[in-house]
């Protein structure tokens, strides 16, 4: 599956914005779905997930409350909304596809990533 990711940009402390994650290909609903970040000097950190029916979410206790992932699996679609952005929020946020049965937080179960959209938040 080949994803692509889109909706970054630059917004204000406490804005809000919109990620997307188009998926080609007819198996999208085989994936469970994450998106992860990576700001500037540091490691790529789990944001959020969501399992393949879209029935579970799980979120990084950084994000809990601020953002919410979601999934539209007729249009092959995962979402991340952003909400009370903060300036430590800034990196570049990519999303990724896990084939295996469960939903994961772990960085290397994911089989196929985006290639990122980068958020910039100023405070």
């Known amino acids: 599956v080949q994803l692509q990711a889109s909706g970054g940009g630059l917004a204000q402390a406490g804005g809000s914005l919109r990620l997307s994650c188009a998926a080609s290909g007819r198996t999208f609903s085989s994936y469970a779905m994450g998106w992860f970040r990576q700001a500037p000097g540091e490691g790529r950190e789990f944001v959020a997930a969501?399992?393949?029916?879209?029935?579970?979410?799980y979120y990084a206790n950084s994000v809990k409350g601020r953002f919410t992932i979601s999934r539209d699996n007729a249009k092959n679609t995962v979402y991340l909304q952003m909400n009370s952005l903060k300036s430590e929020d800034t990196a570049v946020y990519y999303c990724?596809?896990?084939?295996?049965?469960?939903?994961?937080?772990?960085?290397?179960?994911?089989?196929?990533w985006g290639q990122g959209t980068l958020v910039t938040v100023s405070s």
């Open positions: 990724a596809a896990d084939r295996g049965a469960s939903v994961t937080y772990y960085l290397s179960e994911y089989d196929y």
């Open positions: 969501i399992s393949r029916s879209g029935g579970s979410t």
